[in-house]
């Protein structure tokens, strides 16, 4: 186990952002993940877990207790079952993955991080989600003192959401399992219209496995969702924002509020959301962008995304203080104008939006 003192934080982190941490402590293996969680729970001591650190905003004092990186290693393919070691980085898998000929997560390609963050927010793209192929999650949970196996229906996923992000301090993830398909070389059904379109197929149509990866690796690239050290525009957490899932009644008000200031021929994003029906998740980049807060925008170091309005970027000099004014301007414009207000993807540490 390797340990540090006084380590800066912003090297680990896509958005190279946040102040140093008291102790750094690099694990890889499942035993010293435990041993360093134990030791700091034993010790009363803060902890934060860090994997690639692609959705983590640090605040610009950094981290008084320990940070502890997950190195550990791990890919296991048991027939069409995969199980991954939670330091393993997650698009190197999902690429192995799709070479060894299995479906289920190849849209899933191009996310920075680490395979044991996926299930922490459910993590989803161009018309998949891990939680559709996760059977189970080996974690450390810190309340009992004990390793536990959640089932998929014990994570409680949703979107962008879980038990474990319900409950920040409890679960340490070590390995999460997976139950892929043996398509024949094929994708899974493809679900998401931009993708459809680009490969020119109808939504719920099979593509070559390779084919399907290669578009989303290529869409992603176009929007700056692809990490590149030399591209600032990926010096992000990818999407600050979530998509707001509105209730009916603010849906309207919401809906009045676009035809008031856009005109009342604009029809916003709608999607319906959850069994019921009577939500309705829109777009977080659409009302970003109709609030006047475009590709590009901000003149500090802290700006919007040339390439996606729903990227907040450092362009190489900014501080968290930045990023969070930045931040904090497109709620209070979004709020304004529509009435709705954005909530943070990245997990915040010691500071707030
Ligand atoms: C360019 C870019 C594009 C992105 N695109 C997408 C996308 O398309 N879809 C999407 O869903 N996300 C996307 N993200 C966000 C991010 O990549 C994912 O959320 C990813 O799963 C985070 O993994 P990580 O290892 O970097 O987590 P970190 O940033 O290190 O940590 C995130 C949170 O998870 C916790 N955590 C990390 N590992 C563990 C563990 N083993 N056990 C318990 N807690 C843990 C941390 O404490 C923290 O609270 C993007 C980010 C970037 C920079």
Not at 63 to 92: C, K, P, S, Y
Not at 161 to 169: I, T, V
Not at 214 to 237: C, F, I, N, Q, Y
């Amino acid at each position: 186990m390797q340990e540090l003192h006084d380590a800066p934080l912003a090297p680990l982190t896509t958005f190279r952002l946040g102040g140093p941490a008291r102790r750094l402590v690099t694990a890889t293996t499942d035993d010293e993940v435990v041993a360093a969680v134990r030791e700091a729970d034993e010790t009363g001591t803060p902890l934060l877990i860090i994997g690639g650190g692609s959705n983590l905003v640090i605040g610009d004092k950094g981290f008084d207790g320990t940070a502890l990186r997950i190195a550990t290693e791990g890919f296991a393919l048991d027939g069409t079952r995969l199980e991954l070691a939670a330091g393993e980085v997650w698009t190197d898998a999902v690429a192995r993955s799709v070479e060894a000929g299995l479906a289920g997560i190849e849209c899933l390609a191009g996310i920075p991080g680490s395979a044991g963050a996926t299930p922490i927010q459910n993590v989803g793209a161009y018309g998949q989600e891990v939680s559709a192929t996760i059977t189970e999650v080996v974690a450390y949970d810190r309340r009992a003192g004990e390793t536990v196996t959640l089932t998929n229906a014990e994570c409680a996923f949703s979107y962008r959401h879980s038990r474990f992000k319900e409950h920040p301090d409890r679960y340490v993830v070590l390995r999460v399992r997976f139950a892929l398909e043996d398509a024949g070389g094929l994708s899974a059904p493809v679900k998401y219209p931009e993708t459809a379109r680009v490969l020119g197929v109808e939504a719920g149509d099979r593509v070559a496995l390779t084919t399907a990866r290669e578009t989303v690796l290529k869409l992603r690239a176009g929007k700056g969702m692809v990490l590149d050290p030399a591209d600032h525009d990926t010096w992000s957490a990818g999407s600050f924002f979530t998509n707001p899932i509105l209730a009916r009644e603010q849906y309207e008000d919401f809906l009045g509020r676009v035809h008031d200031r856009l005109g009342p021929e604009v029809a916003p994003p709608a999607f319906p959301a959850g069994e019921d029906g009577e939500r309705i998740k829109t777009s977080a980049a659409w009302l970003i962008d109709k609030a006047g807060f475009t590709k590009g925008y901000g003149s500090g170091p802290a700006r919007i995304s040339t390439k996606h309005t729903l990227a907040l970027t450092n362009r190489g000099e900014a501080t968290t203080e930045d990023l969070l004014a930045l931040a904090r301007e497109v709620v209070a414009g979004v709020r304004d104008a529509f009435g709705v207000t954005l909530v943070n993807e990245p997990v915040t540490v010691g500071v707030e939006l």
